[in-house]
């Protein structure tokens, strides 16, 4: 008994690695399209996904919406106020992590001296300093 258990295990094994085990061809070449798929072009671990509700919404409806909400929260009275001292930490944090951006800072001080430069020369025009 125990050979023929031995020889029906074999025969099974070798119809699978056929492609005829339990596993009918039909159900494997769906199992191989859904992997194919999953994996097409894109990297190990990441999913597609698509946008449903509040994110499939165009931006401005988007926004109609929290503005809506924002406004109803203030009449129950369960919105955050900021106080003072609140806001100053809130925009020191804030200017703290942009000035971290070099390159930010960068472009930033560049525009500047941009339209400085362009007032300056406006104001030498119009008094004709050239």
Do not use: C, L, Y
Request: glycine share 14%.
């Amino acid at each position: 008994m125990a050979e023929r258990g031995q020889s029906d295990n074999q025969g099974r094994m070798d119809q699978e690695s056929r492609g005829m085990g339990p596993m009918g061809n039909s159900q494997r070449n769906e199992m191989d399209r859904m992997n194919s798929s999953e994996n097409n072009g894109e990297e190990s671990g990441s999913r597609k996904t698509s946008n449903r509700g509040f994110a499939a919404m165009d931006p401005e409806k988007q926004r109609r919406i929290a503005s809506e909400g924002g406004r109803a929260a203030h009449r129950q009275g369960v919105a955050h106020e900021w106080s003072r001292d609140e806001a100053r930490e809130a925009g020191r944090k804030g200017g703290q992590i942009v000035s971290q951006n070099r390159e930010h800072m960068s472009e930033i001080g560049r525009k500047g001296g941009q339209s400085s430069g362009q007032r300056r020369q406006r104001t030498n025009e119009e008094r004709g300093d050239m």
